[in-house]
């Protein structure tokens, strides 16, 4: 017996990537399923993975320009076929400073990747992309869990890594 896809909803999908240029990989495939004004947050510790997968992301978007770790600049701003625009909330201390960032109007021009963004859990509204970084078995292994908020991503997102 087969479910129908619309009677179910999957809210989270769990990557393993044995490469810091197989986490870039992902990053450039996910272009394919982000449209302008989507919110990516990407999580979890220092070197975990994040910035490797946003230069994967600008690739992806053609983006020649390099993409450096937002933690000093606050708001990278990048053109390819959509906007890529790259915060990080690491150096935050409240989340006025975050809310200062005007995020939202930014997020209207292309596609939003945050660094840290659950640093001030509640800012960032629903729908949004979470995409988890840890730490795996190897030392190049990273165990990246992609949580859906929002209702429309998983059938936007898991053909994208098909074999
Ligand atoms: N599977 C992997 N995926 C991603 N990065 C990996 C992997 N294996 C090893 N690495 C290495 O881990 C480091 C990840 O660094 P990166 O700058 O992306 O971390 P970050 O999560 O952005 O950290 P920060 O919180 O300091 O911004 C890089 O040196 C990268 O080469
Ligand atoms: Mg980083």
């Not at 129908?4 to 769990?14: H, N």
């Not at 919110?39 to 070197?47: A, D």
């Amino acid at each position: 017996m087969v479910v129908p896809a619309t009677a179910v909803e999957v809210r989270s999908l769990d990557l393993v990537t044995r490469s810091a240029a197989a986490t870039a990989d992902v990053g450039a495939a996910l272009v394919h399923g982000l449209r302008r004004g989507d919110i990516v947050l990407l999580t979890g510790g220092i070197g975990s993975g994040k910035t490797v997968l946003a230069k994967g992301v600008a690739r992806g978007l053609g983006i020649e320009e390099t993409v450096v770790s937002p933690s000093f600049l606050l708001h990278g701003i990048y053109r390819g076929r959509l906007t890529l625009n790259h915060f990080d909330f690491y150096r935050l201390n409240d989340p006025a400073e975050a809310a200062e960032l005007g995020i939202e109007e930014a997020a209207e021009s292309g596609v939003t990747l945050i660094e840290w963004g659950d640093r001030f859990p509640g800012l960032i509204e629903p729908p949004f992309l979470e995409i988890h970084f840890e730490l795996g078995d190897g030392p190049d292994d990273r165990d990246l869990t992609f949580r859906f908020a929002g209702d429309e991503w998983w059938h936007r997102l898991p053909r994208l890594f098909a074999a």
